[in-house]
């Protein structure tokens, strides 16, 4: 199942620069992890160490939040997820 993902920008250096990475799955963990399976670097940036999302990091599919579902939300080919990451600052 192909899924396309956009990369936030912030994380884009860690996609060797590439907006929009195309990854499988029927999940939206499924996706996730494929994505960190083609570029390892990103899991710290999305992940805790028990492999929950971190808290300033939502994920998008279709442009609808996929909490409170978040990684068991299925996803069916031609979806499209987008990692938003929340940033506040003061």
Same mark, same amino acid.
């Given at each position: 199942m %192909?899924?396309?993902v956009s990369i936030h920008q912030s994380?884009?250096?860690l996609t060797n $620069? *590439?907006? &929009? #990475?195309t990854v499988n799955g &029927? &999940? #939206?963990g499924q996706c996730l992890n494929d994505l960190v399976? *083609?570029?390892p670097g990103i899991k710290p940036k999305i992940f805790d160490k028990k492999d929950k999302l971190l808290n300033y990091v939502d994920i998008? #599919?279709?442009l609808e939040s996929s909490y409170p579902e978040e990684l @068991?939300? %299925?996803v069916? @080919? $031609?979806d499209r997820l987008h990692i938003t990451l929340i940033i506040a600052g003061g």
């Open positions: %192909s899924i396309e994380l884009r250096n $620069g *590439q907006a &929009t #990475v &029927t &999940t #939206v399976n *083609q570029f998008y #599919v279709n @068991d939300m %299925s069916k @080919d $031609g």
